[in-house]
């Protein structure tokens, strides 16, 4: 909306809103104390939940330690769950807020957050999404860094060579699982930088450094259990938020997918407070329910997850959800095919992003609801990015976890077995010559990609680039781009376009 409607929608809403409730002030710093990627913010909220999260997801810190306060360089974060003491009407579910006017805003030339109505998530804990990724996607575009929805992880390979990667997937595409994984492969080690959010800046040297904002996770509950994600089902033992999910009543916590059989006799109450028992047709959990937990908790957190000077990145992938026509894995020509690459993500809607079905939604760069600006402008950011004067640009490749065969099964085994394609992309960078052209990207070579042990797991079913697929998927792209960018899609982009339609041409 305009500034005077939002001004208007503010008036509307705020004045009042938090009477009979207890205001807090809660500085904190996104990023290491002190590190030069680090910036600071001051939230006012009326809510108790948000505080005790942002203490898990950010560093709250007296003002003392963050100098930037009393130099005024902060973002100005201002939450209300809109739902002043004495009610009025009765809470929903015990959630205090005002879901019918809602009001999410940031103002990026005032540094400036308002969020009205939403009591829980990313929209209330205005130091998450908000503040590291709209916001500061617009700072790193005047200021010549990177705010990114991105994983951050750190890869050893048997002989002890260590590298860096950062990713791109949108919601509930496994970043947590992959960013926590335990490799299937001997003698591999992964270990954890961040599952959800980079800030990428160029140092002197031009190696591409990396930290993460924050210092929690946020994970979607549903799904994770000690089969697909032992090292989060670790993290979230103790001193651990979790929001709309189920519980049991022995006092424990419940979602689909938790793998773990409670005690018998034990019986359900649904995230929405109603009985609940396995077989009913609602789910226990929300399928967006969340757990918070400090990065600290994690088993496998990088020694330097803290670093103030963040970690050398040495590869950047992007991904999604397809069941068809993508590869598993596959790498891009160069830096500016890489950014085409990104601004062409496409995934199967999640719950995070208030979808249902499988509808596949386009998601530049996995930061479709994150763009701080003009999304043109955000890729031909990336593009400048790429043209810096001694800067040391990362290979950029693409993955796919999600193929299927005609019956709707996985073609891949995913989760440990990912380290399979991470050990592929650390030998590229290396340098090995284990790729072959395809119209889309550099595959990997028949026996470059080790399947070993995985019956049934076929090369040419994950690696098959098909002339129809991708000539439906050029055109629907177009056809994106002239709808959503227009004018403002960068010409180079175009540009990758059409050389792939050319190279599909001459299939």
Known sequence: MSPPELERAVQERFPGCMQGRTLYAVPFSMGPLGSPLARVGLQLTDSPYVVASMRIMTRVAPPAQLPALARGD???????????LPLTEPLVSQWPCDPARTLIAHVPDQRRIISFGSGYGGNSL???????????????????WLAEHMLILGVTDPAGTKRYVAAAFPSACGKTNLAMMTPALPGWRVECVGDDIAWMKFDAEGRLRAINPES?????????????????????????????????????????????????????????????????????????????????????MDPKWEDPEGVPIDAIIFGGRRPEGVPLVYEAFNWRHGVFVGSAMRSEATAAAEHTGRRLLHDPFAMRPFFGYNAGRYLAHWLAMGERGGARLPPIFHVNWFLRDAAGAFLWPGFGHNARVLAWICRRVAGEESARETPVGLVPKEGALDLGGLPGVSYGNLFAVGRPFWEREARELRGYFQEHFGEDLPREVMGELEALEQRLRKM
């Open 216 to 300: 929690g996770f946020f994970g979607v509950a549903p799904g994770t259990s000690h089969r697909t994600n032992p090292n989060a089902m670790a993290t979230i033992r103790s001193n651990t938020i979790f929001t709309n999910v189920g519980q049991t009543s022995d006092g424990g916590v419940y979602w689909e997918g938790i793998d773990q059989a409670p005690p018998p006799g034990t019986t359900f109450t649904s995230w929405l407070g109603q009985p609940w028992k396995p077989g009913d047709p609602q789910p226990c959990a929300h399928p967006n329910s969340r757990f918070c937990a400090p990065a600290k908790q994690c088993p496998i």
């Open 126 to 144: 205005l130091g998450k999404k908000c503040f590291a990724l709209r916001i500061a996607s617009r700072l790193a575009r005047d200021e010549g």
């Open 74 to 84: 902060f973002v100005q974060c201002l939450h209300s769950v809109g739902r002043p």
